[in-house]
Every structure is written in C-alpha cells, then in structure tokens.
T-cell receptor
Framework: QKEVEQNSGPLSVPEGAIASLNCTYS??????FFWYRQYSGKSPELIMS????GDKEDGRFTAQLNKASQYVSLLIRDSQPSDSATYLC???????????FGQGTTLQVKP | EAGVAQSPRYKIIEKRQSVAFWCNPI?????LYWYQQILGQGPKLLIQ????????DSQLPKDRFSAERLKGVDSTLKIQPAKLEDSAVYLC????????????????FGSGTRLTVV
C-alpha cells in the first residue's frame, strides 16, 4: 500500500463546474495535510493546508479532512481553465517528520 | 521575503558523469529538504536536514548520491556517477523548524533543477 494515494486522472470538468480531488493516506500518526498545485514545468505551490477534521474554505477552494477514514479531499468551485494543473496531496507525519506526496491528479478544465 | 533559491535551472550530462545542485533556503528556515520528481510522479523525499544535521536520508541512494549542509544554511546535492534513471527534477524545499509531534505549516519549494542524463 502506498503511503499517500491519489487517482492520477486526468480528471476533466467543464468550466464553471466543481472539481473534486481525493487522497487517502496510510499513516494514522499524520497531523498536517496539504494540497499543492503544480503547473507543467513548474515547482509545486501550496494552495491549502488542513489540520483538523472537517472543512476549510479559502476562496473557491475547500479542503476536507476525515482522519477516521484517512481521507483528504479538495473541492474547486467554479473551475476555470487556469485551474488546469496537477494537484498533489501531501501528508506530514508528526512521528517521522516526513512530508510524503501522492503521485498527483491531473485536472483539465475545458472552456 | 526571498524564496528558496536553486541553481542551475537545467543541466544535461552524460551517464557516469558527476553533477552538483545548490540550494539556498528561506532565511530562518531550519529545515531543508531535497526531493526528486520523475516525470509523471509526485516528489520523492531524498534527504531532510535540520540545521546542519541529517534527520532522514533513508531514500537517498548513498552509493551515488551525497548531500551536505555544512553551515546550516545552503546545501548541495551531488550525484556521482549519474545514471539514465536519475533524469528528473530535483526540488529543494525549506520550512520552519520541525518539532517532533507538532503540526507543520507547509514547505516552500524552489524552482527546481531539471537534470537530463544522456
């Protein structure tokens, strides 16, 4: 079992729709959870962080965390073509101090 | 605030040659990381430093890769000799000091070095 798993996609949504990206993790000692956006040829950019169960909203982005299910998700409302990128889920373990990434989900927003 | 600086941006070498990458983290960031990102995959942690000490290097191929952070600030990652499968983007990231058991507030990545081994 991979430590952090994501569906590689591509996930294709029409402009204006909600994009839903999912991630599961294996280490129950994980305490910090992040979503990074990576455009082709660029380095990852932090867009959301979440530390406790529930939802966290920031503009068009909502991160959801369920530690019991070891599940993290990212919702992007009113998707725009500029949101087309690879979205990386990253999980930080308080026990090991490591930040482990999933393989990323490629999102395509079609005009 | 200046970001994480990396150089060079691109490097092309022949297999069996050596190469070195340089990283300067954000001022005040005690923790520094080197990641390898192969095309189509997520970043893979190679080594983690806290100040000038190694915290984790379990996934660093030590027969060919080495890294150092002598003064607890900038760092170099070296590959000698390089193999074709080392072709990847090498990302440096930094964060505030990690306390065991504490939440972490995210890492900042440099622009990366794209290595092509031919």
């Amino acid at each position: 079992q991979k430590e952090v798993e994501q569906n590689s996609g591509p996930l294709s949504v029409p402009e204006g729709a909600i994009a839903s990206l999912n991630c599961t993790y294996s280490d129950r000692g994980s305490q910090s959870f992040f979503w990074y956006r990576q455009y082709s040829g660029k380095s990852p950019e932090l867009i959301m962080s979440i530390y406790s169960n529930g939802d966290k909203e920031d503009g068009r982005f909502t991160a959801q965390l369920n530690k019991a299910s070891q599940y993290v998700s990212l919702l992007i409302r009113d998707s725009q073509p500029s949101d087309s990128a690879t979205y990386l889920c990253a999980v930080h373990s308080g026990n090991t101090g490591k930040l482990i990434f999933g393989q990323g989900t490629t999102l395509q927003v079609k005009p | 605030e200046a970001g994480v600086a990396q150089s060079p941006r691109y490097k092309i070498i022949e297999k069996r040659q050596s190469v070195a990458f340089w990283c300067n983290p954000i001022s005040g960031h005690a923790t520094l990381y080197w990641y390898q990102q192969i095309l189509g995959q997520g970043p893979k942690l190679l080594i983690q430093f806290q100040n000038n000490g190694v915290v984790d290097d379990s996934q660093l191929p030590k027969d060919r890769f080495s890294a150092e952070r002598l003064k607890g600030v900038d760092s170099t990652l070296k590959i000698q000799p390089a193999k074709l499968e080392d072709s990847a983007v090498y990302l440096c990231a930094s964060s505030l000091k990690i306390r065991q058991g504490a939440a972490n507030y995210g890492y900042t990545f440099g622009s990366g070095t794209r290595l092509t081994v031919v």
